[in-house]
């Protein structure tokens, strides 16, 4: 078993017993405090639930965690199988309260000593059926520390799920004669899916593995259906963990980044949609003018009708005879128009659901960002109050960014009124609609084109320049008072501490914040 860094020695003399072609397979296990995770990484290893001596401590203080560390071993899968590498993490939610600390400790040991994972096996209770609001900010803290792409290894591990005889026959007779009441596998794997999607928005189709480390009891070993079921659900993560590619844990910097990615996306859609609607209006208002043309010819044929006498009533009767024949044409370019003016709404309307639900998520992530930054303001007074300065401007931004998507909001309602007249305009053509009809045509080539375009605004960001890099600001055991330069934002924040004065020094990067393709 290794503990933070100092486990490189004992790795490397356990690397050095497989052969130099072979990859260890490496699955981190992580979960809430009081999940079952030492258990179940012991068990993988093939030890007893009731073991003595255990390679990773197992207690039972209620909601205090007995691993403060992370820590690793390596060993033969369920002990007569391939080697492989299982990391052991501290529970979240601990009612220690000093989760920043152990999440500080895990993503170093993570980053710098595991450096890469087949699998993240996210381990959850199965007697509890809901999500709690603990769990799902354990969730919101993962997906900020690891990135997005940490779903595509991630798997739902659950415990305390038994298949003893009787409940398995429980459960089965429950789903057989009472289907509104059955909860076996596929009913919790659904549920907790549900959940998810719903409050995290995952597009991955995450697998579930239900492992009861206490199939491997004393008195359960001799049990055929625990046995049987274990041997199953034991292999089904094996294959996962061997066929997944690896995981490299990220950086600070680089979750950073990625949210900068996102942002960008989200600007150059913005600033395109913007363009695209300003083009439409402007093609809306030429065809108001030549309408305009049109009836005017048209009072132009009525006046010469009425000077005619006779000849007028032949000639209303020729204009009448022509709407009639035309109305059909008028109704169905009525109706293509809606129709098109509908889908561009439509896709308008999609367009701006999305660029919420990434707002939400981004605020949800620089909201996480900003919760392990305030743990650090217990450190320095004068700290804080920058630091929280620093965060209202991003929050300023953010409403920026609610604007903006109001005022586009406005511009799709405005766009709704223009087709309302537009709609009254059109019962009034008359022969002039012939050569209007090429106009048309143009319309609905510059709407595909708008369609086109639109599902490319992909691609604008919020870029950092001109950065700043400060040395150490302050000495040990005096105080800290810093503050960016004018204008600038504050990324990034480094420090290292002097356990003989209990104390650190900072140093901090600032930059300005540019809106660029």
């Avoid at 659900?233 to 094996?238: F, H, I, M």
């Avoid at 990625?258 to 402007?282: C, F, P, Q, S, Y």
């Avoid at 620093?390 to 609610?402: A, C, G, K, P, T």
């Avoid at 604007?403 to 709609?423: C, F, G, P």
């Amino acid at each position: 078993m290794y503990k933070g860094s100092a486990a490189s020695f004992f790795l490397s003399i356990l690397l050095s017993q497989t052969s130099p072609s072979q990859t260890l397979t490496k699955v981190v296990i992580i979960g809430p405090t009081g999940s079952g995770k030492s258990s179940l990484a012991n068990v993988l290893l093939g030890e007893s639930p009731l073991c003595k001596n255990c390679t990773f401590p197992v207690c039972s203080q209620g909601m205090h965690s007995c691993t403060k560390e992370t820590t690793m071993a390596t060993r033969p899968w369920l002990g007569e199988n391939d080697l492989f590498t299982v990391v052991d993490t501290p529970g979240f939610a601990d009612s220690d309260n000093d989760d920043s600390e152990l999440v500080d400790e895990m993503m170093t040991v993570l980053n710098k000593d595991v450096g890469s994972a087949n699998l993240i096996l996210l381990v959850i209770k199965g007697t509890e059926t809901r999500l709690s609001r603990d769990l799902q900010q354990m969730i919101r803290e993962m997906r900020a520390l690891f990135g997005e792409n940490m779903w595509k290894n991630l798997v739902i591990g659950v415990s305390f799920w038994s298949f003893k005889s009787d409940l398995v026959n429980y459960r089965k007779n429950t789903c057989q004669w009472s289907p509104e009441n059955c909860k076996n596998e596929e009913w919790f794997e659904k549920s907790m899916k549900d959940i998810l999607q719903d409050k995290f928005h995952i597009k991955q189709d995450l697998p579930f593995v239900f492992l009861d480390s206490w199939a491997k009891h004393p008195m359960n070993i001799n049990d055929e259906e625990q046995k049987q079921r274990f041997d199953e659900e034991s292999k089904k993560l094996w294959l996962l963990a061997k066929e997944a590619k690896p995981f490299n844990f990220m950086t600070v910097n680089d979750v950073l980044e990625e949210n900068h990615v996102i942002k960008k996306r989200n600007a150059e859609l913005e600033d395109m949609i913007t363009n695209d609607i300003g083009e439409l209006k402007k093609a809306f208002e030429e065809n108001n003018s030549n309408f305009d043309q049109i009836l005017s010819r048209l009072q132009i044929l009525t006046d010469k009708s009425k000077e005619n006498g006779d000849k007028s009533n032949q000639l209303q009767e020729m204009i009448t005879q022509f709407k009639t024949s035309t109305s059909s044409s008028i109704k169905q370019v009525q109706e293509n128009v809606q129709l098109n003016i509908e889908k561009i709404q439509t896709k308008v309307s999609s367009e701006e659901n999305r660029i919420f639900k990434e707002v939400s998520q981004l605020e949800e992530g620089f909201k996480d960002i900003a919760q392990n930054l305030a743990e650090l303001t217990k450190e320095s007074h004068s700290f804080q109050k920058s630091l929280s300065t620093e965060i209202q401007e991003r929050r300023n931004l953010n409403s920026v960014f609610r604007k903006d998507i109001s005022s586009n909001t406005k511009e799709v309602a405005s766009l709704r009124s223009k087709s309302a007249v537009l709609d009254k305009d059109l019962s009034f053509l008359n022969k002039g609609l012939t050569g209007q009809m090429t106009e048309q045509d143009r319309l609905k080539s510059s709407v595909a084109g708008l369609t086109q375009d639109v599902s490319k605004l992909r691609n604008r960001v919020l870029t950092r320049k001109n950065c700043q890099s400060t040395s150490w600001v302050n000495d040990f055991d005096n105080h800290l008072n810093y503050k960016c330069p004018a204008n600038k934002v504050l990324v990034r924040a480094e420090s290292y501490h002097n356990n003989k004065t209990e104390d650190r020094r900072w140093k901090f990067e600032c930059c300005d914040l540019v809106l660029s393709f």
